[in-house]
């Protein structure tokens, strides 16, 4: 039988023992907070220890469309959810077309034939359960068969042998490329673009788009994430002449409906990978 309400005691006369320990058994079996996503900025995210690969990266166009985060998640490695600007707003498609410079392995030399060659990727924009901006990689056209078989059989990325070629005429610049090995063969794109003035304050999508400080990708069933760094992207603005493609629905992905939202060019800059990180960030050894 309840006492009357006066002859009870209070709770705040109970000892605060069990109320302690309850507090000490929610904080150890309760999940961690999820870290906040690192902020995006145009210089390196953090150091970037060692050197496994180096290279430059020159005469690049970005072209980006935006896209549902829906659509990109089940393409992305587990792990990894697609990465936004704003909460709840879009992720972004983007297919960047360049002249890959001497690829160079820890830090030998650059290779001047076969570690130089044109490359188109399709690739998208990514995060990981440790607040990590990336990118993760549906295709990489590349023209020569070493380098992308080895970074098939090395690093499980889907590169893949295409026929390419970079012209430049003045102001303007033009990328092709035919698929070859592996399919689907023939796919294939043609963008052409007119460089305008340089980007003297580029804005935060801007850099969120060009600015990326590493990869993730799904090296035989774990999750890597491949830090890079490299000097501040010089931006020129861009008009986009032609494009012609059907690698981005190669990829696995909608085809870009409309302009891209994004159409830049930069001369290119040095770019430095360091080791691949473990999930919880430590370098590999």
Known sequence: ??????DQVSVAALPSRPVRSYARYMALTSPPPEPSTEPVTADPARAVPGSLLTQSWLDLTFLH????PADVAPLLPPGTRPDVLVP?????????AFRMHRVGWFRLP?????GTFPETNVRLYSVDGHGRR???FRSLEAARLIPVATARLGFRLPYVWARMGIERAGDSVTYTSERRWPGPRGARSR??????ELVDEPTELEH????RWGMHSDFFGRQMYLPNTHPRWPLHRAELVECTEDLVVAAGLPKPVGEPVSVLYSPGVPVRFGWPLRPAGIPTP
């Open 65 to 68: 469309w935006a896209a549902d």
């Open 208 to 211: 969120f788009l060009t600015a």
């Open 88 to 96: 709840g707003g879009a992720t972004y498609v983007g297919l960047v």
């Open 134 to 136: 990336g990118v993760v």
């Open 191 to 196: 963008i052409s673009v007119r460089i305008g």
């Open 110 to 114: 650059g290779v001047p034939y076969l």
């Open 1 to 6: 039988m309840l006492r009357p309400l006066d």
